[in-house]
């Protein structure tokens, strides 16, 4: 599958995908009340693989701007659909990815990558492209699922039968502490990296890094 048979398959899932109950509810909101601790009111702030943008509207008050992209026409159209009916002056939703954005553009002083990290192809030139989007000392804040601490028959068996039957998107398969080394290496300073897990460690761990 290549990033537009992903971009096709978010468009068929979106619909459904807006139907669905986040699993570990305390959790999220963690994630949530850490997030919101870090950002600033004079921040302008991206978040890359908004979904449906749940997460963007309950954040996007904290900055002084918020722009949510993500492939997905689907995915946007049902977050303007939300937008429309809970209206937030700082945000603005964009189908874009984050090569698509360039530094002459605008640069940012915090970007955003909730459950999205495993869905790129070139996790190491989207981590370039995240450190040229931000200004000097800025933040990149990640919450992403490590297939590879995962129970081994799902990266072994289910997501490949899953993504043969065009059933699943593309995922990297990492471990938690090559992901760490990875952003590292991109040239960011892993300030922390946390558990917000209420129900066992679900492999996603919350990672806060600065741009060297």
């Known amino acids: 599958m290549s990033t537009e048979a992903d971009a096709r398959f978010w468009n068929r899932s979106s619909r459904k995908y807006a139907m669905g109950k986040i699993a570990d509810r305390a959790g999220y909101e963690r994630t949530l009340e850490r997030t919101r601790a870090l950002l600033r009111s004079s921040d302008r702030a991206l978040e890359l693989g908004c979904g449906t943008g749940?997460?963007?509207?309950?954040?996007?008050?904290?900055?002084?701007?918020?722009?949510?992209?993500?492939?997905?026409?689907?995915?946007?159209?049902?977050?303007?659909?939300k937008r429309a009916a809970d209206p937030i002056p700082e945000l603005t939703?964009?189908?874009?990815?984050?090569?698509?954005?360039?530094?002459?553009?605008?640069?940012?002083?915090?970007?955003?990558g909730f459950n999205y990290l495993h869905l790129v192809r070139d996790l190491a030139g989207t981590l370039g492209h995240i450190h040229a989007l931000l200004v000097p000392q800025g933040l990149f804040i990640s919450k992403t699922p490590c297939v590879g601490d995962m129970n081994p028959l799902i990266r072994l068996a289910l997501l490949p039968a899953m993504r043969a039957l065009r059933m699943a998107p593309y995922a990297g398969i990492f471990r938690a502490a090559d992901?760490?080394?990875?952003?590292?290496?991109?040239?960011?300073?892993?300030?922390?990296?946390?558990?917000?897990?209420?129900?066992?460690?679900?492999?996603?761990?919350?990672?806060?890094?600065?741009k060297r």
């Not at 749940?54 to 992209?69: F, I, P």
């Not at 874009?96 to 940012?108: K, M, R, Y």
């Open 93 to 112: 939703f964009r189908v874009a990815t984050a090569e698509a954005l360039t530094p002459e553009e605008t640069q940012f002083d915090v970007i955003m």
């Open 179 to 210: 992901l760490g080394r990875i952003i590292h290496t991109a040239d960011f300073d892993v300030l922390a990296t946390e558990n917000h897990a209420t129900k066992g460690n679900d492999h996603r761990p919350y990672i806060v890094a600065r």
């Open 54 to 81: 749940t997460t963007a509207l309950r954040l996007a008050s904290h900055a002084h701007s918020y722009l949510a992209t993500d492939i997905s026409t689907g995915m946007i159209a049902v977050a303007e659909e």
